[in-house]
């Protein structure tokens, strides 16, 4: 899916069409990111992780759709029962803004070091270690869909739902280090009979919940069954 004037202009229309300000849905040029300052790097990340939840939340539940929703039928025609043009302007927006996040991120580590070794030099490693601590952010943009959950399987017993987005997993895989899921099941196969930490998004509220991977049932895995968004 490539990004295009007309989807800007389209995604924009879109925008003041279900009045919301569309000056919130910011263009960036990640050749600018490297001169930015440690803080400004931080502001950015967050109006990015913002714009994402926005956008995650009017897809879902105005729209009723996921990244992977389909919006042609079986024989190649846009589906009748979906806005398919809002849709499409929605996702490209969200791809636009993920690829502007990794590229966030990816010029913000070499500058919080730089941030940690100066904070190191004014306050002293405990003095760090202790805003460190008071100021850690945690990934907020959910990357899976529940899409089923077995009964009496770890998963229900742990308290997921159908629905319910996933937005960190066993405390570490999130967003954009999850490959394609891959790393969800290799992790519980590395951690058999182990409690897996979540996070998970639920009603625009985020929860935690405990997935024990040593409860004894009928089938196999851990029982559901979710999609990457």
């Known amino acids: 899916m490539t990004v295009d004037d007309n989807d ?6 879109l925008m003041r069409s279900l009045n919301l300000d569309s000056d919130q ?3 960036y040029n990640p050749s600018d990111f490297p001169a930015y300052n440690f803080q400004q790097l931080s502001n950015l990340k967050l109006e990015i992780e913002s714009q994402l939840r926005i956008l995650f939340n009017l897809l879902s539940q105005k729209y009723g759709a996921d990244m992977e929703t389909k ?31 990794k590229e966030v991120l990816k010029v913000l580590e070499p ?11 004014e306050l002293g490693d405990e003095g760090v270690q202790a805003e460190a601590k008071s100021s850690q952010q945690q990934p907020t943009i959910p990357f899976a869909e529940v899409k089923e959950v077995v009964p009496g399987g770890p ?8 629905g319910d987005l996933l937005v960190i997993f066993d405390n570490d895989i ?11 099941a290799e992790r ?42």
């Open 8 to 13: 800007v202009a389209g995604f924009q229309g």
């Open 25 to 27: 849905f910011k263009e």
């Open 71 to 101: 919006l042609v039928t079986a024989d190649g025609f846009p589906r009748s029962d979906i806005d398919v043009v809002t849709i499409r302007l929605i996702r490209v927006q969200i791809i636009r803004l993920k690829n502007d996040y």
């Open 111 to 121: 500058k919080m070091e730089e941030e940690f070794a100066k904070r190191q030099a």
């Open 155 to 162: 998963a229900e017993l742990a308290g997921l739902k159908e």
């Open 174 to 184: 999130h967003a954009l280090n999850h490959n394609k899921l891959t790393k969800l």
């Open 188 to 229: 519980v196969r590395s951690r058999p009979g182990e409690k897996i930490q979540l996070v998970i998004k639920r009603n625009n509220e985020n929860l935690n919940l405990a997935l024990d991977t040593s409860v004894k049932w009928e089938g196999t895995g851990i029982g559901f069954r979710i999609v990457p968004i």
